[in-house]
T-cell receptor
């Protein structure tokens, strides 16, 4: 079964702690993306990667970091520098950048 | 002006109604558009993909693009309660590296 998986589904962290969200795909897609979704805000692009070992900042990259060491994996770290990290985080992938994106189920992060 | 704008709704209709969901865009260079459907607390799923010139039909769904007025529409015929979701339109950015998402329109279909 091909698809995108995100884990965990729900995540709780204390303020000031870094946290890493997992995203894995077995679709053999080159491009991967991270979005943040807040109520009334739509999807906002955090980072994207067009190919392994390369990634670019999106519109709201401050307080986040990523790595792309493997084609299948694009983990997102929410650092303590992110002022308002509580949100719904969505990972997506596409065959090439700018093409149709396929989304994972999302991770809901709550910082207490 | 934002690159992609959608009326957030909510839009409430009875079962069986024809629904029109709309999106306006500012960049005339956009070549294609995607419509995604997102159920509450789930990831968006691709609904339709249409080029900037013309219409596309898929079952009960029709996507229409009016390039002259930079207006995109998604029509849903014979709407069902299972169509209750948020609908997002998304053209590619100018560099072609990512999609730009509208904020989405929330639709509620009552039985």
């Amino acid at each position: 079964d091909g698809g995108i998986t995100q884990s965990p589904k729900y995540l709780f962290r204390k303020e000031g702690q870094n946290v890493t969200l997992s995203c894995e795909q077995n679709l053999n897609h080159d491009a991967m993306y991270w979005y943040r979704q807040d109520p009334g805000q739509g999807l906002r692009l955090i980072y994207y990667s067009q190919i392994v070992n390369d990634f670019q900042k999106g519109d709201i990259a401050e307080g986040y970091s990523v790595s792309r060491e493997k084609k299948e994996s694009f983990p997102l770290t929410v650092t303590s520098a992110q002022k308002n990290p509580t949100a719904f985080y969505l990972c997506a992938s596409s065959i090439v950048s700018g093409d149709t994106q396929y989304f994972g189920p999302g991770t809901r992060l709550t910082v207490l | 002006q934002k690159e992609v704008e959608q009326d957030p709704g909510p839009l409430s209709v009875p079962e069986g109604a024809i629904v029109s969901l709309n999106c306006t865009y500012s960049n005339s260079a956009f070549q294609y558009f995607m419509w995604y459907r997102q159920y509450s607390r789930k990831g968006p799923e691709l609904l339709m993909y249409t080029y900037s010139s013309g219409n596309k039909e898929d079952g009960r769904f029709t996507a229409q693009v009016d390039k002259s007025s930079k207006y995109i529409s998604l029509f849903i015929r014979d709407s069902q309660p299972s169509d209750s979701a948020t609908y997002l339109c998304a053209p590619p950015n100018q560099a072609g590296t990512a999609l730009i998402f509208g904020k989405g329109t929330t639709l509620s279909v009552s039985s």
